[in-house]
């Protein structure tokens, strides 16, 4: 439960993040990055919880996600001319999100008693919907439809989960290994510009 | 029963080779594809189950569904060559989706009790959302805002539903009537470019 | 409680005027004019009710809110000549529409046991949500992102409702004042271009 909690509030802080340096990018007002920051932390886990049907959703009944996006908010605000000089930064932060969400997403579905290729897919739209959602605010094709390996990096993750706890392995061992698929997989392919192939 | 399952099958058969064929006019790789593919599949029936608070959605209740979308995904790919000779494809499986979506949402408004008004409306939203979001994510203006029959083929089919009912018409004879006026009164509209007036 | 019904047909009708004059503006044909009207004028109840959990959403189990779009529609179509020589207008019923929005989703979210905080985001979301939708369809930037007080008058008046609420003011007198402090903040912002900093 308290690892659950922890992974939940590391993956908003991500998307977090992700959402204000997207925004600030963009030079919107500190409202805007406000907003699209909140919308990119919580729109996948908002997606998940209302096809659930898990309402009111999770960050309303959690005073604790809305403070960790404040937080979050705050430190990219004043620490962005630092977080500058890593130009991946907002790259790195937006796979840990989906790594996270992508874990996190799944297990919500476990406890909704979906079937295994549902929970993957739940745990894909937790994973990406907040990334969606930054991009077509900011009126940008989405990250995820580039030719890239994004969703299907959250795909393969959301599988070995099953892989691993069909091993016997406990859900806190096979929770962190997917989580770290899903960053790996994501970064790596970032880094060799690993692509899908697209049919002709 | 039967008959509203093979209907929602052909339904979101259609729609999800409309959304494949759209995908790859757009060259996507094949996991955007698998994506687009789904969303426009799902989309109209997700929104609809979540507005009326039918959840878990139904696609996540019904293996059938991801069964029908990823088989249609792969014969959308493997026999796109043959579809390209028909360069009316695309619209003519998203009129037919259109048709079965609009009459699946009325009927799922029906058993929620809600009134004659609200289920065309939820009829109209089912059958037109998953093309909205297919649009919405290839970045361009929704189809059913091009000056165009669409969304009210599907508003004519709805109300005639109410009508045939009125009539003492059995449900499924009422049903498949719908579909054939949505579905005609689309493609005779793309074929004779009818239009609405615009008001100047 | 007629109150509470009255303030929702207020802002319902003013959200539906401002879709109905934006979709003028880009001369989609009557029905597109309809569509965008309607999903203007209900889109942030229904984001509000999705993600509160409380479905069938409003628009739904209530006849009069489909009928308030349906005359402000007509309305619109018929007097838009008289509607034009005020080049403000569109921009005027949208201020009133989000200050409703905002105190109707506030309260929505008192009565479902929500935290403060919480309640004022609801606000927020409910009287954004339903612009944010009509700007994506007609593909523009949401007007709530563009360098202007907007979503932040908003969170003002939903915050000074606890406010007023605190000082043991009656609901009706705090709800009053908090939707004249958001629209009021609106348009002096429109009439004096006041900007939020944008970070550099």
Redesign the interface.
Same mark, same amino acid.
């Given at each position: 439960m308290l690892l659950h909690q922890l992974m939940e509030n590391l993956g908003t802080a991500s998307f977090a993040i992700s959402g204000a340096l997207a925004a600030?990018n963009k030079? *919107? @007002?500190? &409202?805007?990055?406000l907003? *699209?920051t &909140?919308a990119t932390a919580v729109g996948g886990g908002?997606v998940r919880d +209302? $096809? +659930?049907?898990n309402? /009111? %959703?999770a960050? $309303?009944?959690d005073?604790q996600a +809305?403070t960790v996006v404040f937080v979050s908010y705050l430190i990219t605000?004043f620490f962005?001319k630092y977080l500058q000089f890593f130009p991946r930064t907002l790259a790195i932060f937006d796979a840990i999100g989906l790594g996270f969400a992508t874990v996190v997403g799944l297990q919500r579905?476990l406890e909704?008693g979906?079937?295994p290729?549902?929970c993957v897919?739940?745990g894909m739209v937790t994973g990406?919907f907040g990334g %969606?959602l930054r991009d %077509?605010?900011?009126?940008e +094709? /989405?990250l %995820? &439809?580039r030719?890239d390996i994004y969703?299907?990096a959250s795909?393969l993750g959301g599988a070995l989960y099953f892989v691993f706890a069909s091993w016997e392995m406990a859900a806190p061992w096979a929770a962190t290994l997917s989580v770290m698929v899903v960053v790996g997989v994501r970064l790596a392919a970032m880094q060799w510009k690993w @692509?899908? /192939?697209? /049919?002709k």
């Amino acid at each position: 439960m308290l690892l659950h909690q922890l992974m939940e509030n590391l993956g908003t802080a991500s998307f977090a993040i992700s959402g204000a340096l997207a925004a600030l990018n963009k030079r *919107l @007002d500190v &409202f805007g990055v406000l907003v *699209l920051t &909140f919308a990119t932390a919580v729109g996948g886990g908002t997606v998940r919880d +209302i $096809m +659930i049907g898990n309402t /009111p %959703v999770a960050w $309303m009944k959690d005073q604790q996600a +809305i403070t960790v996006v404040f937080v979050s908010y705050l430190i990219t605000l004043f620490f962005r001319k630092y977080l500058q000089f890593f130009p991946r930064t907002l790259a790195i932060f937006d796979a840990i999100g989906l790594g996270f969400a992508t874990v996190v997403g799944l297990q919500r579905g476990l406890e909704a008693g979906l079937s295994p290729s549902v929970c993957v897919a739940l745990g894909m739209v937790t994973g990406c919907f907040g990334g %969606v959602l930054r991009d %077509v605010l900011l009126n940008e +094709i /989405p990250l %995820v &439809f580039r030719k890239d390996i994004y969703a299907s990096a959250s795909l393969l993750g959301g599988a070995l989960y099953f892989v691993f706890a069909s091993w016997e392995m406990a859900a806190p061992w096979a929770a962190t290994l997917s989580v770290m698929v899903v960053v790996g997989v994501r970064l790596a392919a970032m880094q060799w510009k690993w @692509d899908l /192939p697209s /049919p002709k």
